[in-house]
């Protein structure tokens, strides 16, 4: 009951009815929004501060793919001593004029060097990346730009394989005996060569980004991973297996220790307990949603994100809460999909892919309000928010203001 004094009316009283949400909610909801390299920095910080939760990293960190950053390619954690790889290869691409499209490009190829300067580049997912930053191009057009690289100083860069790189740099070699090169380096990537050619192998450079610093990319794990069959995982990233401590258990319910200390001990458990029960509902939420939202993408796991069959976050809404026998709100399925990446077998890409932009069902019934108002009648954008509301269709005043604008 909220009560509030009106200037000359004396005291009155309104009732509302708030909405409050509980700390395990907030706690849920929070990491539910988390990629999967937020979270285990998130599970770390947590780790760190609560002694009552246990559980240890692995040693070996899991298989990175894909990359981020805001204009979709790299982002360097630490800056190089020296000259890098990426920064002297972009220098001579600017030095021979290589401009527009063809420069995002190479840039993109760049990107997936590794320290050698092979290319380790998955070409869908690059391709995916790029359309998302409104850069379309063809398979094609990209290795054009591949061979490009390889043709600039230092030759051999971007090259798949040894056999590629070592062509590349095949200028190097006598003319009167590269037509004997390219023979016996066939089956070079095999570990078959003609022995005789060795002096001149030793004249061309096998890893030719070796020279250069290397600068750390950071990598997009995938939260998801969807197999050939449409199969739906989801890929917790080396999280560690999370407990609560034995021993704080006790400590929790141990008499014979002073209050302060019991209480201590039951704070630290109890948020032990939450924390490990919203990570493994965060797991089960959006394993959830993928499996509903992959679910007969057979065309999608045959062509590309091209043959996605575009769903809504309502219709996804409505099917979750029927799997678990009560209401989803639109907003949960918003962050299940947020920043999350998904491994398929033509590659990494967002999830959000999966999603309508925009939600036609609200726009819907919200043409259908206006249309049955009375002569006369017009429902400013709060009442409209408030009559979708009313309907579970949660729609702030500007989104009503934007929509009435499409209709």
């Given at each position: 009951?909220?009560?509030?004094?009106?200037?000359?009316?004396?005291?009155?009283?309104?009732?509302?009815?708030?909405?409050?949400?509980?700390?395990?909610?907030?706690?849920?909801?929070?990491?539910?929004?988390?990629?999967i390299?937020?979270?285990?920095?998130?599970?770390?910080?947590?780790?760190?501060?609560?002694?009552?939760?246990?559980?240890?990293?692995?040693?070996?960190?899991?298989?990175?793919?894909?990359?981020?950053?805001?204009?979709?390619?790299?982002?360097?954690?630490?800056?190089?001593?020296?000259?890098?790889?990426?920064?002297?290869?972009?220098?001579?691409?600017?030095?021979k004029?290589v401009?527009?499209?063809?420069?995002?490009?190479?840039?993109?190829?760049?990107?997936?060097?590794?320290?050698?300067?092979?290319?380790?580049?998955?070409?869908?997912?690059?391709?995916?990346t790029?359309?998302?930053?409104?850069?379309?191009?063809?398979?094609?057009?990209?290795?054009?730009?591949?061979?490009?690289?390889?043709?600039?100083?230092?030759?051999?860069?971007?090259?798949?394989?040894?056999?590629?790189?070592?062509?590349?740099?095949?200028?190097?070699?006598?003319a009167?005996?590269?037509?004997?090169?390219?023979?016996?380096?066939?089956?070079?990537?095999?570990?078959?060569?003609?022995?005789?050619?060795?002096?001149?192998?030793?004249?061309?450079?096998?890893?030719?980004?070796?020279?250069?610093?290397?600068?750390?990319?950071?990598?997009?794990?995938?939260?998801?991973?969807?197999?050939?069959?449409?199969?739906?995982?989801?890929?917790?990233?080396?999280?560690?297996?999370?407990?609560?401590?034995?021993?704080?258990?006790?400590?929790?319910?141990?008499?014979?220790?002073?209050?302060?200390?019991?209480k201590?001990?039951?704070?630290?458990?109890?948020?032990?307990?939450?924390?490990?029960?919203?990570?493994?509902r965060?797991?089960?939420?959006?394993?959830?949603?993928?499996?509903?939202?992959?679910?007969?993408?057979?065309?999608?796991?045959?062509?590309?994100?091209?043959?996605?069959?575009?769903?809504t976050?309502?219709?996804?809404?409505?099917?979750?809460?029927?799997k678990?026998?009560?209401?989803?709100?639109?907003?949960?399925?918003?962050?299940?999909?947020?920043?999350?990446q998904?491994?398929?077998?033509?590659?990494?890409?967002?999830?959000?892919?999966?999603?309508?932009?925009?939600?036609?069902?609200?726009?819907?019934?919200?043409?259908?309000?206006?249309?049955?108002?009375?002569?006369?009648?017009?429902?400013?954008?709060e009442?409209?928010?408030?009559?979708?509301?009313?309907?579970?269709?949660?729609?702030?005043?500007?989104?009503?203001?934007?929509?009435?604008?499409?209709?």
């Amino acid at each position: 009951m909220a009560m509030s004094m009106s200037m000359g009316m004396g005291m009155q009283t309104k009732q509302r009815q708030l909405q409050r949400i509980s700390p395990q909610m907030r706690l849920g909801l929070s990491l539910l929004k988390l990629p999967i390299n937020d979270l285990k920095e998130t599970v770390r910080k947590e780790l760190d501060s609560n002694p009552a939760l246990e559980g240890s990293f692995p040693l070996m960190p899991p298989r990175l793919v894909g990359l981020t950053g805001e204009n979709g390619f790299i982002l360097d954690n630490a800056r190089a001593k020296g000259k890098s790889l990426i920064e002297h290869l972009s220098g001579e691409l600017r030095m021979k004029g290589v401009s527009g499209k063809l420069a995002q490009l190479c840039e993109a190829i760049i990107c997936e060097l590794d320290e050698s300067g092979m290319f380790r580049g998955e070409e869908r997912s690059i391709l995916t990346t790029l359309a998302l930053n409104g850069i379309h191009a063809t398979e094609e057009e990209l290795n054009e730009a591949r061979m490009l690289i390889m043709s600039i100083d230092p030759r051999g860069c971007g090259a798949k394989d040894l056999k590629e790189c070592l062509l590349a740099q095949i200028g190097k070699i006598p003319a009167a005996e590269r037509d004997r090169f390219v023979r016996g380096i066939e089956h070079i990537n095999e570990g078959k060569a003609d022995r005789s050619l060795l002096p001149l192998i030793s004249k061309l450079n096998v890893k030719p980004g070796a020279a250069f610093e290397h600068v750390r990319v950071e990598y997009v794990t995938p939260d998801i991973v969807v197999d050939r069959d449409g199969e739906v995982t989801v890929d917790q990233g080396g999280l560690p297996e999370l407990d609560v401590s034995p021993r704080y258990v006790a400590m929790a319910s141990d008499r014979e220790l002073d209050e302060e200390t019991r209480k201590y001990a039951q704070e630290k458990v109890r948020k032990a307990r939450e924390f490990n029960t919203a990570v493994n509902r965060r797991k089960e939420m959006i394993e959830l949603v993928a499996q509903l939202a992959i679910s007969g993408q057979k065309e999608f796991l045959k062509k590309g994100p091209d043959a996605i069959r575009v769903q809504t976050m309502t219709e996804i809404c409505k099917k979750v809460a029927e799997k678990l026998g009560h209401k989803c709100s639109v907003s949960t399925i918003s962050r299940a999909a947020e920043k999350k990446q998904v491994k398929t077998p033509v590659g990494t890409i967002p999830f959000r892919l999966f999603f309508a932009r925009i939600d036609r069902a609200p726009i819907a019934r919200l043409r259908e309000i206006i249309a049955a108002a009375p002569a006369g009648v017009k429902y400013s954008d709060e009442q409209l928010s408030q009559m979708l509301a009313k309907e579970g269709f949660k729609v702030k005043r500007r989104t009503v203001s934007n929509y009435r604008r499409k209709i």
